[in-house]
């Protein structure tokens, strides 16, 4: 079994061409959301090389429904100019504690007090290492700093991507201040790993604007699985029928992973075990890669007896051919076609309900049907067949490889419709609708 990812820093996309439309597809994707719609982001910008990624950060927040005020550092001036932020966030960038304009609302030439009362958060991205010296140190002598040390404490979480070189990253100096500002209430991210500016490569680029996106909106996500270990099957199985052909569905992972996605916003470790799919693991969530439906099963019977929620929404393939050929099955051209049997795979969602952990209450099983006909009723028997207390219908051919989907939830209480809507918003109503029916935990 082989473990992709884990921790914080898991989940980064390949780099080159590939690397940057599959960043582009996911930094459009998750705008589209409006994920930050009513967030007033306080934008603000030391100096770093890394400044050009915070104008693509800037305008993402806006794509996704964000107000972004944009404040800089003398040094962030040397990186990228005021002139660029302003275009994209629609206003003036404020870069001077003597700055007599107006802010937020206020015109009495205290922009380092009035810029932070409107905000829901001050972000500082590129974070340099001097900034967070500073910060530590409680020094104020420009606008940004001084607008971290007097904003209120309470009510405006200050979040840092921190950026700059490997060495100074990994410098004594540097991770005692990061864990003191951490001790001290800010948010202060991981860093990303690979080639630096200066030629060198290691830990301490900044993330990557999707990844800063994807950070924000976890952070106002309401941690209803905090304390929670989920366990998330998804995509489909293959069963092989000789070494180049195999049986397999349509599935193409896009509901599991966005699930696992949901779970992990709402606080939650998650773990992903995934069929074959070509599909970027989630920020932060492990994932454990299988091929047929015997290594599945394996993989999640370990798995349940550690996990407090499991979710099954993996297509399993329900028959395997009895067995392999050794060798590739040939045309011979007489016109006969190879006879193959079957034998039934184990319903593993069925036998991880029955087990002890399940049946005490310490795992909660939620299950997936994919129908092409008469959901409810097929829904409802396959819930008691499975002996699984929250089965989640959908008609497949409705939903395999589309971005979108309609769920309707089964439990002992009746039925529920989730209508029509993007995999991700319905993934985050599930996950709702699963923190309200298992035990609260202690984060």
Request: charged share 20%; aromatic share 4%; with cysteine.
């Amino acid at each position: 079994m082989r473990i992709i990812g884990g921790g914080a820093g898991v989940a980064r996309l390949p780099a080159g061409p590939a690397g940057a439309a599959r960043r582009a597809f996911t930094l459009c994707y998750i705008a589209r959301m409006k994920d930050l719609a009513g967030k007033h982001i306080v934008l603000g910008l030391s100096g770093g090389i890394a400044c050009y990624k915070a104008a693509e950060l800037c305008r993402a927040l806006i794509k996704a429904g964000a107000t972004v005020q944009v404040v800089m550092t003398e040094a962030a001036g040397q990186f990228i100019t005021p002139v660029t932020m302003q275009a994209l966030s629609g206003r003036p960038v404020f870069t001077s504690q003597w700055d007599a304009r107006t802010a937020g609302g206020a015109d009495n030439n205290m922009p380092h007090i009035n810029l932070s009362r409107e905000a829901d958060a001050i972000v500082v991205a590129p974070a340099s290492a001097d900034f967070m010296a500073k910060l530590l140190h409680g020094r104020a002598d420009d606008l940004l700093s001084l607008m971290c040390l007097a904003r209120p404490l309470e009510s405006v979480p200050l979040v840092l991507a921190p950026a700059m070189n490997r060495e100074m990253w990994s410098h004594p100096a540097t991770q005692r201040n990061v864990e003191q500002l951490r001790a001290d209430g800010a948010t202060v991210l991981d860093v990303g790993v690979g080639d630096q500016a200066c030629g060198e490569s290691g830990d301490g680029r900044m993330l990557e604007p999707d990844e800063l996106l994807y950070e924000l909106t976890r952070f106002f996500t309401p941690k209803v699985l905090a304390g929670h270990h989920v366990l998330v099957s998804a995509g489909p199985t293959f069963e092989a029928i000789d070494p180049v052909r195999g049986l397999t569905n349509l599935s193409s992972g896009k509901m599991g992973f966005a699930i696992a996605r949901a779970a992990h916003e709402a606080g939650a470790q998650v773990t992903l075990v995934a069929g074959p799919v070509a599909l970027p693991t989630p920020r932060g969530v492990g994932r454990i890669n299988v091929k047929s439906a015997l290594n599945m099963q394996k993989t999640l019977n370990v798995l349940a007896q550690t996990c407090s929620v499991f979710v099954s929404a993996a297509a399993v393939a329900d028959w395997r051919p009895a067995s392999e050929a050794t060798q590739k099955i040939k045309k011979d051209g007489s016109g006969d076609v190879p006879t193959l049997s079957f034998i039934e795979n184990p319903d593993i969602l069925a036998g991880i309900a029955a087990s002890a952990r399940a049946q005490s209450g310490a795992l909660y099983c939620v299950g997936f049907a994919a129908e092409s006909h008469d959901l409810v009723q097929h829904a409802q028997t396959k819930r008691v067949r499975k002996g699984v207390p929250l089965l989640v219908g959908n008609i497949g051919p409705d939903t395999f490889g589309q971005d979108d989907n309609a769920l309707l939830l089964v439990d002992e209480q009746g039925t529920t419709e989730l209508p029509r809507a993007s995999k991700l918003v319905l993934a985050r109503q599930l996950v709702q609708e699963i923190a309200r029916r298992v035990p609260r935990t202690a984060a």
